[in-house]
């Protein structure tokens, strides 16, 4: 099983950057089917952004296109969610998800089509 850790998380003001890194072990990355997810307050887990194993366009969630950009350095067997114009609502506990099986770019979203998790990374949005 692949072990994830994500780190870069913060506290940030609106329309302000940062950007998550997610370092895989146990597998290389063009093994795996990845994703972002996150959870904010009182809220259920959902998608950011994922990537297929033989990469292709990621897929983003509506609210984050054309801000958030999903990148993998296979040396460094890292993902990245590089995050722009961060807004209010983008406050959340953001986690890293991992698969070695293929999934189709329709089923990218599905929470359960990953079998690995990180930990988390908290991102806060405030003024």
């Known amino acids: 099983q692949v072990q994830l850790v994500e780190s870069g998380g913060g506290f940030v003001q609106p329309g302000g950057s940062l950007r998550l890194s997610c370092v895989a072990s146990g597998r290389t990355l063009q093994s795996l089917s990845m994703g972002w997810f996150r959870q904010g307050p009182g809220r259920e887990r959902e998608i950011v952004g994922a990537i297929r194993w033989n990469s292709g366009s990621p897929y983003y969630a509506n609210s984050v296109k054309g801000r958030f950009t999903i990148s993998r350095d296979r040396a460094k067997n890292t993902m990245y969610l590089q995050m722009n114009n961060l807004q209010l609502e983008d406050t959340a506990l953001y986690y890293c998800?991992?698969?070695?099986?293929?999934?189709?770019?329709?089923?990218?979203?599905?929470?359960?089509?990953?079998?690995?998790w990180g930990q988390g990374t908290q991102v806060t949005v405030s003024s």
């Open positions: 998800a991992a698969t070695p099986r293929g999934i189709i770019f329709s089923e990218l979203p599905r929470l359960s089509n990953y079998d690995s």
